[in-house]
């Protein structure tokens, strides 16, 4: 699933080639995709409005319209929204296209069907979408090292899921929270109870190093991230126990094991992981 990193990499490029584009036409080719309104209201939300700025909450990206609307878009886990040509054959699992006035097309491709559009007001963002409950963004300035430690101590319960808990703090998800806990030696089992304030200090260093470069290298693809342009990602070079289950540990070298928690998969070194 695209996190934070993938997200705001594709928020980025949106924000060079689509900003003052006009929406001449949205054509929807499956109507599950559109999450909110209905699909004639979506439709006319969108349809001629221009688009004013792009920016992203957690994993969703969010589009300003001139028709004081905003599209939202949720690509989760499959989805890629790519920048194309009209003439570009249409690929398996495309469910949305928007026709821009410079002529080129936005594409929603998806072949797990779960990715969701809406057209919304800031008001309707808020009661349909529950963007108010999320928490401060991972990588966000005014996420402190003490805010961090409050937010986290008000909680009980095992580290690796409460990190995916985009209500502790949005835009970390499976990826990177591995990656954080490995280069902090801190098992996903592990009860924050149990963390000191030395832990917790690095594991919001660690968390903050990793998403940097994340975003530096334009995301990490496993399987089906592209950007917009449909290039993949490189951090995925950089991962040291996410999807290396059997593989050697990079520190230690013995095996990285994988393991249900939270119902997500863990990936970590039970070596080097206390």
């Known amino acids: 699933m695209p996190e934070l990193p993938e997200v705001e990499t594709i928020k980025n490029d949106l924000a060079g080639l689509v900003v003052r584009c006009r929406i001449e036409?949205?054509?929807?080719?499956?109507?599950?995709?559109?999450r909110y309104p209905d699909v004639p209201t979506f439709v006319q939300r969108v349809e001629r409005a221009e688009i004013l700025s792009v920016r992203r909450r957690a994993k969703y990206l969010l589009l300003s319209l001139s028709s004081g609307y905003i599209l939202s878009i949720q690509l989760m886990v499959t989805g890629q929204l790519l920048a194309t040509k009209p003439e570009e054959p249409r690929r398996k699992g495309l469910r949305l296209i928007f026709d821009l006035?410079?002529?080129?097309?936005?594409?929603?491709?998806?072949?797990?069907?779960?990715?969701?559009?809406?057209?919304?007001?800031?008001?309707?963002?808020?009661?349909?979408f529950h963007l108010d409950e999320l928490g401060p963004e991972a990588n966000?300035?005014?996420l402190t090292l003490e805010r961090f430690k409050e937010r986290l101590r008000a909680r009980r319960g095992m580290i690796k899921p409460l990190l995916l808990d985009q209500r502790l703090v949005a835009g970390l998800g499976n990826i990177y929270a591995d990656e954080v806990l490995?280069?902090?030696?801190?098992?996903?089992?592990?009860?924050?109870?149990?963390?000191?304030?030395?832990?917790?200090?690095r594991i919001y260093d660690a968390m903050r190093r990793i998403l940097t470069a994340a975003i530096a290298q334009r995301g990490t693809t496993t399987r089906s991230y592209r950007d917009v342009l449909g290039r993949?990602?490189?951090?995925?070079?950089?991962?040291?126990?996410?999807?290396?289950?059997?593989?050697?540990?990079?520190?230690?070298?013995?095996?990285?094991?994988?393991?249900?928690?939270?119902?997500?998969v863990a990936y970590f070194c039970p070596a080097c992981q206390r």
């Open 182 to 201: 490995f280069a902090v030696r801190i098992g996903p089992r592990c009860r924050v109870e149990d963390l000191s304030d030395e832990d917790i200090s």
């Open 101 to 128: 006035d410079d002529g080129s097309q936005l594409r929603l491709v998806d072949s797990s069907f779960l990715a969701r559009v809406g057209a919304l007001s800031e008001g309707e963002l808020e009661s349909e």
């Open 232 to 264: 993949k990602g490189a951090y995925q070079s950089s991962l040291m126990v996410h999807a290396r289950a059997g593989q050697p540990c990079p520190s230690c070298g013995g095996p990285v094991q994988s393991s249900m928690i939270g119902g997500r």
């Open 25 to 34: 036409r949205v054509e929807v080719l499956d109507r599950l995709v559109v």
């Open 140 to 142: 966000a300035p005014d």
